[in-house]
């Protein structure tokens, strides 16, 4: 056994697109060893800005031998009445480079067929490769590719080098022009030389002493280090810590191959600025580390990690600061000039802005979010409406101004400050920054009722507006991310505990929009559909029982939180054994009252024992699951409908439903379905035979 070593040489590969490339390099590499037979040992995929390297531990010299089972025809065809080989048998042998005589008979659920059996030498681990890391190459894919020079293939940068070793023996093959070798590249800048590697065993440290940290873990414990240290060496920052933000390490990490920190400071006049608008100059524009003190307050200093060291840090700190405070100046511009106009006085000209174009403007959306939040609020929570509808009024208002036209992140944002200069209250302030959360899967949703309720209305209009002109997400195409929107809505319901009418509200914000949407029912009913079907993937992703889940929707999905309760009261109460069969019988149930609706049942023509017993218990437990479900105790409803799996069993077991006489047969239908009623008001238990 022996190790492979594969290495892609390019120009600067994307921050972003290296980690996912990992993944797919390894993916790859598994799935084609595995179709090759190859045997082999923990696989490592690493890389930094110029290279792509894999490598693979005790890989096996050749592939296992096997022994090959090839079906030919039929005996039937493959013998003429005389007993001699025909055509068909002739053909398959030859195609397979051997005689008929070569051939044996076996049987097969088919009957007898011919079969050859060979043994099968695996060739040589060398001798594949070519092919193998040829292809992983061409099959390789990014968001964006190129083409350069006279080659004909795409990458997602122009290839330089390609390094290839089997232990220490270089595997010969070329690549759209590129011929392998045993020569990796230091550092650009500080090494910009070809070395010649041995193998697996001194690659990594040969790099490492010419200014590469090719592996992606110890690199980012490197960066981490650099900015610490870089941190500690600055005398103005004393007591300020890094503001550590996990994406960005990651990101830097993959923008340098050996980094090298330096901290810089800037003018304390920034410090006027709302916090996110530094943070966001520091961070998403220039990749620098923002450093805060004790309690967490922005410091004027931040620490940035160069790819390469210099022989005088006083000249990079100096070019990092002159960079920033260019930044810095244009927002404190922009601050100072957005703070001149009343975020109230900014709203009138969102006639301006185009919402959708089948749908108006946003002054238009604005008006539609008024009457919609204090239709939400009034379900539930009246005593935020005055601050709802103040914050719904203002929540567009920075769209208009210069800070959000140059950093578009700080929609909602920037609207607090404004808010906040313009004395707005408290409520009102915070609801305007939280209305556009979460801004992602797993983020925090809103802190207050006003913010959640807004959140809501916001992305409830969008929803519905966008259903009411067909735009509906297809397949993997979803440009208006209603997907995105319907599981904010799903969760900020959820993590509110909101009991609302989902019906109520779609049908409001369809209706507000007047004439520019199809506002009938059948619309509602199409978005409800949307947003249960988002909500079923969600719980399920969130490891819920598929059969309590699709009990609970098929009943009723209004009230979403009511629909969880249902959920987690069946998934309880499946663990006990008698559930199974009661939802077996409400099956059975299901088929036999088929569209009978009639619950009226006459004791008169109760006859057999049987289906007296179970009229009575049934009696008896009806009003106390009523009541149960009418109090949200869906589990004590649950536990009171298993007294009657008995009593159900028996009467299947000695009653025939479909008697001759018609009023005693109807009799019968009505008891069995006042029976399934009864467990519909938990959900519809026979899903769970179905899952």
Same mark, same amino acid.
């Given at each position: 056994?022996?190790?492979? $070593?594969f ?28 179709d090759l ?8 995929v690493m *890389?930094?800005?110029r290279r ?9 010299e050749?592939?296992e031998d ?11 065809? &493959?013998?003429?009445?005389?007993g001699?080989?025909?055509?068909a048998?002739?053909? +398959?042998?030859?195609?397979? *480079? #051997?005689t008929?005589a ?5 049987? !097969? %659920? ?36 190129? =083409? ?12 330089q080098w390609?390094l ?7 595997i010969?093959?070329t690549?759209? *022009?590129?011929t392998?070798?045993?020569l990796?590249a230091?550092? @650009? ?50 007591g ?8 960005l390490i990651?990101t830097? !990490? /993959?923008l ?8 810089g400071?800037?003018d ?13 100059s520091?961070?998403?524009?220039q990749?620098? +580390?923002p ?10 200093g +931040?620490?940035a ?9 006083d ?10 405070r ?9 601050f100072?000039?957005?703070?001149? !106009?009343s ?6 000209g ?5 919402f959708q174009?089948? $749908? ?13 939040? =204090?239709?939400i ?6 005593a935020?409406?005055d601050d709802?509808? =103040?914050?719904a009024?203002l929540?567009?208002?920075?769209l ?9 992140s700080l929609?909602g944002v920037?609207g607090?400050a ?8 408290a ?7 939280e209305?556009?959360?979460p801004? @992602?899967?797993g ?17 409830m209009?969008s929803l519905?507006?966008?259903? *009411? ?7 993997? &195409?979803?440009?208006?991310?209603? @997907? ?5 809505i799903?969760?900020i ?6 009991r609302?009418?989902?019906?109520d ?6 209706? $507000?929009?007047?004439d ?7 619309? #509602?009913?199409?978005?409800i ?8 993937n ?8 598929v059969g309590?889940?699709?009990? &609970?929707?098929?009943?009723? +999905?209004?009230d979403? /939180?009511?629909?969880?309760? @249902?959920?987690?009261?069946m ?8 559930f ?7 099956? =059975? ?12 049942? /006459? ?6 024992a049987?289906e007296? !017993? ?6 008896t437990?009806k009003?106390?699951?009523s ?18 799996k ?8 000695? #009653? ?5 006489? %018609?009023a ?17 008001l938990?959900?519809?238990i ?5 899952s």
């Open positions: 056994m022996r190790d492979l $070593l290495e892609i040489g390019t120009e600067e590969i994307p921050a972003g697109y290296l980690q996912p490339t990992y993944k797919q390099i390894s993916e790859k590499f598994t799935q084609k060893a595995k037979r190859l045997k082999h040992g923990a696989i490592r *890389g930094t800005p792509l390297t894999l490598i693979v531990a005790d890989v096996a050749k592939q096997i022994k090959e089972k090839l079906l030919g025809p039929s005996h039937k065809a &493959a013998y003429d009445s005389d001699n080989f025909t055509k048998a002739e053909g +398959f042998a030859r195609s397979k *480079g #051997v008929p070569d051939l044996q008979v076996v049987d !097969t %659920p088919k009957g007898q067929y011919l079969m050859l059996v060979r043994e099968v030498a695996g060739q040589d681990s060398l001798s594949l490769f070519p092919a193998l890391l040829g292809n992983i190459i061409k099959e390789l894919t990014f968001p964006k590719s190129m =083409r350069w020079g006279s080659n004909t293939l795409t990458f997602v940068r122009p290839i390609i290839a070793m089997f232990g220490n023996e270089i010969p093959f690549y759209d *022009g590129i392998s070798s045993n990796t230091g550092h @650009r800048f500080h090494a910009n030389r070809k070395l010649e590697v041995d193998g697996v065993s001194s690659y990594l440290s040969q790099l490492e002493e010419n200014k590469v940290i090719v592996d992606p873990v110890v690199r980012r414990a490197k960066v981490v280090e650099e900015i610490n240290a870089a941190l500690k060496g600055n005398k103005d920052l004393v300020g810590t890094i503001a550590v933000d996990e994406a990651d830097v !990490t /993959n340098v191959e050996i980094p090298f920190g330096v901290c400071t800037f304390e006049k920034f410090l006027q600025l709302v916090p996110e608008v530094l943070i966001t520091m961070r998403e524009h990749k620098y +580390f450093v805060v003190d004790a309690k967490g307050a922005l410091m004027p +931040f620490v990690v160069n790819n390469t060291e210099v022989n005088d840090p000249v990079t700190r100096k070019g990092h600061q002159r960079v920033l260019a930044r810095l100046e244009d927002a404190l511009f922009f100072d000039g957005d703070r001149q !106009t975020l109230e006085e900014r709203v009138k969102l006639d301006g802005i185009i174009a089948k $749908l108006g403007t946003m002054l238009e959306k604005k008006d539609r979010l008024l009457k919609l939040v =204090r239709i609020a009034e379900q539930v929570n009246p935020c409406v709802v509808t =103040r914050a009024l929540c567009k208002g920075d208009l101004s210069d800070m959000v036209g140059e950093f578009p929609q920037m607090a404004y808010a906040s200069e313009d004395k707005e209250n409520e009102v302030v915070l609801a305007i920054k209305h556009y959360m801004k @992602r899967s983020a925090a949703v809103p802190s207050t009722d006003a913010g959640a309720i807004l959140a809501l209305a916001d992305r209009d519905s507006g966008c259903f *009411g002109i067909g735009l509906i997400p297809t397949g993997t &195409a979803d440009p208006f991310a209603l @997907r995105r929107i319907t599981l904010a799903l969760h319901i959820e993590e509110k505990g909101y609302l009418s989902l019906q509200c779609f049908a409001k914000a369809l209706a $507000l929009y007047g520019k949407v199809d506002g009938s029912a059948g619309t #509602v009913d199409t978005v559909g949307f947003v249960k079907g988002r909500f079923k969600d719980r399920l992703a969130k490891g819920e029982n309590a889940v699709d009990a &609970a929707i098929a009943v009723s +999905f209004d979403m /939180n009511d629909c969880l309760s @249902r959920i987690k009261a998934s309880e109460i499946f663990k006990e054994p008698s199974a069969v009661l939802a077996s019988s409400y099956k =059975r149930i299901r088929n036999i009252i088929k569209a009978n609706s009639d619950i009226a049942v /006459n004791e008169s023509l109760l006859t057999d049987a007296k !017993t179970l009229f009575t218990l049934f009696s437990i009003p106390q699951v009541e149960a479900v009418e109090a949200g105790e869906y589990k004590k409803a649950l536990t009171l409908m298993l007294e009657m008995e009593p159900v069993d028996c009467f299947f077991e000695q #009653v025939m439903v479909m008697a001759d006489d %018609p005693v047969k109807q009799n019968r239908l009505n008891l069995l379905t006042g029976l399934g009623e009864l467990i519909l938990v959900g519809d026979s899903k769970f035979q179905e």
